[in-house]
């Protein structure tokens, strides 16, 4: 008991006041680091344009408890000046302590000015100032308040007992241990990547996914070739990175000693950066690659987030690294004094490694004063209890890393966690087991006193590593050019069906890519190559995503579309118009497209829509050409191809840079539109409302984000949104002519249940769930399709609520009325969920209705249209006419839908919506082309690999021709190549040759 007393003593002992003090301080710095982060995030321009907090969980966390996290914050970083005057009893005599506290309480001051926050009346979402150079202030005096805390800490190594013996790590076998670290670490991962493809082919392992019916005969064999050598080649860049590391963390330990393998007093500091700037970049760069197009979009003050967080989280880590270094060899110091000359295994005295240290520090730093506690007697048993903690805190954290990536169903934006972090923190913790493994076979070779003499064992053994590490490599290189004769449908699927082998792929392409040309010309289909390097010629122009500083020169390539009216009775006749756009709606979750089955229940899941369809067109083969909100939306305005540049709205002065592009704004207003009501949806006002008259469109400054109270009675977003436009529909006057339009945006993901109160009150007194009836795939229940399909049947109540008020005031019978979607939704098809990453059929396949007063009612049109078909559709129907292009390269591919709306219906009719190719373009590198909707290719640009469909024989994308069709790959190659050159602004990104 004596004992146990004594050591509880201790944890009030001078080295463990410094302890706590450096948790105050890294708990201090981290949950700055969190804020900072979470403000560079919410004020950036992205954030202000494209991302909605609310649908990521991470920021949505952080959003949600931003007044905790500060409160947090302000605490520990007050505790940390506190403690600080209260054990530092040398402070006025230290310089360095004196300038550590100053930068300290400047740090804090400053942490609390810049992030502080507002909650705006009615909103549970903190405001935030914007950053400014007081942030980086901020990360200068925490910068340097971290490299001061270590020399201010100098007297901890005063009791430290210098390295003894000699130094077993002669020059002569560096060689041998960088060849072990070399093995071991590739090992460690390939093993890792080779679990992972064992479960690939495994449904019952891998999710439920059966992935075999996308090979053809034969290609199995091929597809584990390539999963496994791509595994040995990424494992053993990863190994000679680690060798790297060892060699220079051995280097920076061993700075200034003459011998000993032993960790000096004076190498503790060394020690703890090396360890800190680990954790910084193991932390923080997987992600903020991922942000790197963003963080360029945003100018110069974007580089202060990953320039701050790596700073910050390495100032966290790296004066608690240090006192837990120095606390642990002041440990194994003391008992090896105590014991000085003892025999026996248990008793006998232990020398421990630098390297040792440095993994026990890495790994228990925040607990090890808890384990001290526990500190058995003799060092030896001291040390294998502590290895096995450090082994254990390994375990854990793979385990911890495991659970949240299977609980992390979101598709996040840029796949940040889900191709960033997730993977990159099982290479890491990889990296770890091979250094466990690493370090006990060191120990077992070395013996308990690091002084086992050289055998002749070693010496072979030593040799047959360095064999092995060359031969391992030679291996490794394998794929740069023993792929010439895998199929390409193979190289195809095993990149987008294999989370672990797209993220090698993309991890060496990114590692290859040593020009910033484009892609890794490498480990690329030499066929397909030529299409994606970078043009050579002389009067080539190349497009590079978010570094070419000219790149509004180049939207404005496409030109400007001019109309006059052609019609004036037309013109004059014209009805109102309301444009309606459906978030993620797929047409076969309309009940009018016939894809419901609820037969059993005698009603529709979709009656509003249903209706509209009924008295108008229902086009059964829309699409769209690029699957993202923010480019449906410009396709249906401009009637072109065209795409919104994301980032770069920061950057850009234009304001009508979209707008002027707004066909639809332009036919309205020719044929007398004078009332205007656009999206409440951000930022669609700002980008297609002309900036002349944003003071023209009707409650421009109303927030549709629901405040606390309407979250808490279940008041969506697409519930204020609605009732705005009733009002807008109640202000109308006779003799006004208007247009309103929104983006029905509840039906974006998460996708949440309605309760039975809340259903009441919107009009369904049954509730919503009998509307999940239908939600099968694969013959099963899923309840995120139920979830999606209530949220569509509460959409269509929204629609039903519009036409009712349309009808009560008498405008609906003079309303021109069109429901298109701004894309499609996967579900599982092909394996995937959502959208964003591919460009199957079902990302593509939209809902479009058309509802014209005076034309025939009920027809259902199997014509192969587009978004961009509804520009010239609205202006035939207006007696308004496109001015030709003087460049008739220029003419758009949109088509007037007005003869279909008629009803009319011919083989010339087919024939002229048919004979047009489209090209097709992602978030993701993505690229394509469909001929005449028949043959659709699609290139992956960061692997280099291709799909060829026949879309008529083969409408589900089930067999992959690229192997057994090349002539007609290259020819669309080539066709994509003109358009690319053609549509610069849509294809911004794609690096292609002018014909």
């Known amino acids: 008991m004596g004992w146990f007393w004594n050591r509880i003593r201790e944890l009030y002992s001078q080295p463990l006041r410094w302890f706590y003090v450096a948790s105050a301080w890294s708990g201090f710095v981290l949950l700055a680091g969190t804020l900072f982060a979470f403000r560079c995030v919410k004020t950036s321009t992205a954030a202000k344009n494209l991302i909605h907090i609310e649908n990521i969980p991470v920021l949505d966390l952080v959003d949600k408890h931003y007044m905790h996290l500060y409160v947090a914050m302000a605490v520990l970083g007050h505790v940390f000046l506190a403690a600080t005057l209260l054990f530092w009893n040398k402070l006025k005599l230290t310089r360095s302590g004196i300038a550590m506290f100053g930068f300290s309480l400047a740090a804090v001051t400053l942490s609390l000015i810049t992030d502080r926050y507002s909650f705006p009346q009615g909103s549970t979402s903190p405001a935030l100032e914007s950053l400014a150079w007081m942030d980086w202030t901020m990360l200068f005096c925490i910068s340097a308040s971290a490299v001061l805390f270590l020399p201010s800490l100098a007297h901890l190594t005063d009791a430290l007992e210098p390295p003894t013996g000699p130094c077993p790590e002669d020059g002569d076998r560096l060689p041998v241990r960088i060849a072990l670290v070399y093995l071991v670490s590739t090992a460690s991962v390939f093993l890792y990547g080779f679990m992972e493809h064992i479960k690939f082919w495994d449904p019952a392992k891998n999710g439920g996914y059966d992935y075999k019916p996308f090979f053809q005969a034969g290609e199995i064999v091929q597809a584990n070739l390539v999963l496994y050598s791509t595994s040995v080649l990424f494992a053993s860049v990863v190994g000679v990175a680690a060798a790297a590391a060892y060699f220079v963390f051995r280097w920076i330990s061993r700075r200034g000693l003459s011998a000993g393998a032993e960790l000096a007093p004076a190498d503790c500091r060394r020690q703890a950066l090396a360890a800190g700037a680990f954790w910084s970049l193991a932390l923080i760069a997987p992600w903020q690659i991922k942000l790197m197009p963003d963080i360029r979009a945003e100018g110069y003050w974007a580089w202060i987030m990953p320039v701050g967080l790596l700073t910050l989280t390495a100032a966290a880590l790296t004066p608690l690294l240090y006192v837990s270094v120095v606390l642990i060899k002041h440990d194994f110091d003391a008992q090896r004094r105590e014991l000085a000359g003892a025999p026996g295994f248990l008793t006998g005295s232990l020398r421990v490694r630098r390297a040792e240290y440095a993994f026990l520090a890495l790994f228990l730093c925040p607990f090890y004063p808890l384990l001290r506690l526990l500190r058995p007697q003799f060092p030896r048993v001291h040390y294998i209890g502590l290895m096995l903690f450090a082994a254990l805190a390994v375990a854990a954290l793979w385990c911890g890393l495991l659970k949240a990536e299977a609980g992390y169903d979101f598709d996040d934006w840029r796949g940040m966690m889900k191709s960033g972090v997730f993977p990159c923190g099982r290479v890491v913790l990889s990296l770890a087991v091979a250094y466990f493994i690493y370090l006990t076979a060191q120990r077992l070779l070395l013996g308990w006193n690091l002084d086992r003499p050289a055998s002749a064992v070693r010496t072979w053994a030593g040799r047959g590593a360095r064999g092995l590490a060359a031969a391992c490599l030679l291996l490794a290189l394998w794929p740069l050019w023993g792929w010439s004769g895998v199929h390409r449908n193979v190289l195809a699927r095993t990149f987008e069906y294999s989370d672990r082998h797209r993220f090698e792929i993309g991890f060496l392409n990114w590692v290859l890519d040593y020009d910033g040309s484009g892609y890794a010309s490498m480990l690329v289909d030499s066929r397909v190559r030529p299409y994606l390097s970078p043009p050579t ?305 079902q990302s593509l396949h939209i809902p479009l209705i058309i509802k014209m007063p005076g034309l025939p009612k009920g027809i259902v049109s199997k014509e192969e249209v587009l978004q961009m078909d509804v520009v010239p559709t609205v202006a035939e129907l207006a007696g308004v006419e496109r001015l030709p292009p003087a460049d008739p390269n220029w003419a758009p591919v949109g088509r007037s839908l007005a003869p279909l709306l008629r009803g009319e219906s011919s083989p010339e009719l087919t024939k002229q919506y048919k004979s047009r190719d489209v090209v097709l373009t992602t978030h993701f590198n993505m690229v394509g082309v469909i001929e005449e909707f028949r043959y659709k290719l699609t290139v992956d640009r960061l692997s280099g690999t291709y799909t060829l469909y026949n879309l008529e024989t083969d409408p589900m994308e089930m067999n992959n021709l690229v192997d057994t069709e090349p002539e007609k790959v290259q020819a669309l190659l080539e066709k994509m190549r003109v358009y690319a050159n053609r549509n610069r602004a849509f294809f911004y990104g794609f690096n292609a040759v002018r014909p």
């Open 537 to 841: 010629s002389p009067d080539a122009r190349e497009v590079k995503l978010g570094t070419d500083a000219k790149e509004p020169d180049l939207f404005k390539e496409m030109p400007e579309d001019r109309y006059e009216i052609r019609d004036a009775a037309k013109a004059k006749a014209f009805p109102n118009v309301v444009l309606l756009f459906l978030e993620g709606v797929t047409p076969r979750s309309i009940s009018a497209f016939g894809e419901r089955d609820l037969k059993a229940l005698g009603r529709p899941a979709t009656p509003h829509i249903d209706a509209l369809a009924a008295e108008g067109t229902l086009f059964t083969h829309a699409r769209c050409c690029y699957p993202s909100t923010w480019d449906g939306w410009f396709a249906t305005l401009s009637g072109r191809f065209l795409r919104v540049q994301e980032m770069r709205e920061s950057t850009i002065k234009d304001t009508d840079r979209y707008a002027r592009h707004n066909g639809i704004h332009k036919i309205l207003a020719l044929a007398g539109v004078n009332r205007w009501c656009y999206p409440n949806t951000h930022p669609f006002e700002r980008l297609f409302c002309p900036a002349a008259d944003h003071d023209k469109d009707w409650e421009n400054d109303f927030d549709g984000i629901p405040n606390k109270d309407e979250e808490d009675l279940e008041i969506t977003r697409g519930d204020k949104c609605n009732e705005r436009l009733l009002r807008f529909i109640d202000s109308i006057q006779p003799g006004e002519h208007f247009f309103f339009s929104e983006h029905l945006t509840d039906t974006h993901f998460p996708w949440k249940r309605t309760s039975d109160k809340r259903a009441a009150e919107l009009g369904f007194p049954d509730g919503l769930k009998w509307c999940e009836k239908d939600a099968q795939i694969k013959d099963e229940t899923m309840d995120r399709l139920a979830r999606y399909f209530q949220t569509i049947t509460r959409m269509d109540g929204q629609v039903g609520a519009l036409v009712e008020r349309l009808k009560q005031k008498g405008l609906y019978e003079n309303t021109l009325i069109v429901i298109v979607g701004d894309h499609g939704c996967q579900w599982y098809e092909h394996e995937h969920l959502y959208y964003v990453s591919h460009l199957y059929e």
